[in-house]
């Protein structure tokens, strides 16, 4: 049974930073290419940022880039995301979501809860 | 850019309803790597079609998918109380420089 559970919101200033994690349990870690996906509340999924399995790429959205620095420690089976420069249109539910793009996956198979980050002043 | 689909569909119990999700060639079009997510209220999506049209294991025959050019569908059959959601369609996309998922802009199911 695959379990992510992220962690790290919570209530930061505008221009502040934020560092959210992401555990997974009940899978092969560095099998698995893990995206973020974001929700403002009461409004869509957006695909925030990606790193592959080992850690050799990452890719962003243009709404974060340069701010949000994605990484993972597969020792620990841990995602993580940086969060710099906060603005309030950042406000939102950050979900991790795993791809199994070693077996040419291209879909999010599991989900974190999410965790809420609120910018606000 | 979003996928487009319709803020809202409905249906009475036991019904069919198909939700649209409108991409461009460089998405939907593109790609068979459409997939589908099902929503409930204070919950994360849940994968129910993946590769335009398949189905995980555990998820409902009622639940079908489908492709024609830069649009993919979602229908659901025999409509059920339990289909009350929101679905999200996704496409992957890439470019010279960029490797993405994109997401469509949500419809919300009525059962009537």
């Known amino acids: 049974q695959v379990q992510l559970v992220e962690s790290g919101g919570g209530v930061v200033q505008p221009g502040g930073t934020l560092r959210l994690s992401c555990a997974a349990s009940g899978v092969t870690f560095k099998n698995y290419n893990i995206h973020w996906v974001r929700q403002v509340p009461g409004k869509g999924l957006e695909w925030v940022a990606d790193?592959?399995?080992?850690?050799?790429?990452?890719n962003y959205a243009d709404s974060v880039k340069g701010r949000f620095t994605i990484s993972r420690d597969n020792s620990k089976s841990t995602l993580y995301l940086q969060m710099n420069s906060l603005r309030a249109d950042d406000t939102a539910v950050y979900y991790c979501?795993?791809?199994?793009?070693?077996?040419?996956?291209?879909?999010?198979?599991?989900w974190g809860q999410g965790t809420l980050v609120t910018v606000s002043s | 850019s979003a996928l487009t689909q319709p803020a809202s569909v409905s249906g009475s119990a036991g019904q069919s309803i198909t939700i649209s999700c409108i991409g461009t060639s460089s998405d939907v079009g593109a790609y068979n790597y459409v997939s589908w997510y099902q929503q409930y209220p204070g919950k994360a999506p849940k994968l129910i079609i993946y590769d335009v049209s398949s189905r995980p294991s555990g998820i409902s025959d009622r639940f079908s998918g489908s492709k024609s050019g830069n649009t993919a569908s979602l229908t659901i059959s025999g409509l059920q109380a339990e289909d009350e959601a929101d679905y999200y369609c996704?496409?992957?996309?890439?470019?010279?420089?960029?490797?993405?998922?994109?997401f469509g802009t949500g419809t919300q199911v009525t059962v009537l």
């Open positions: 996704s496409s992957y996309t890439s470019n010279s420089i960029l490797e993405a998922f994109v």
């Open positions: 790193i592959w399995y080992d850690g050799s790429n990452e």
């Open positions: 979501a795993t791809v199994w793009w070693l077996r040419g996956d291209y879909y999010f198979d599991s």
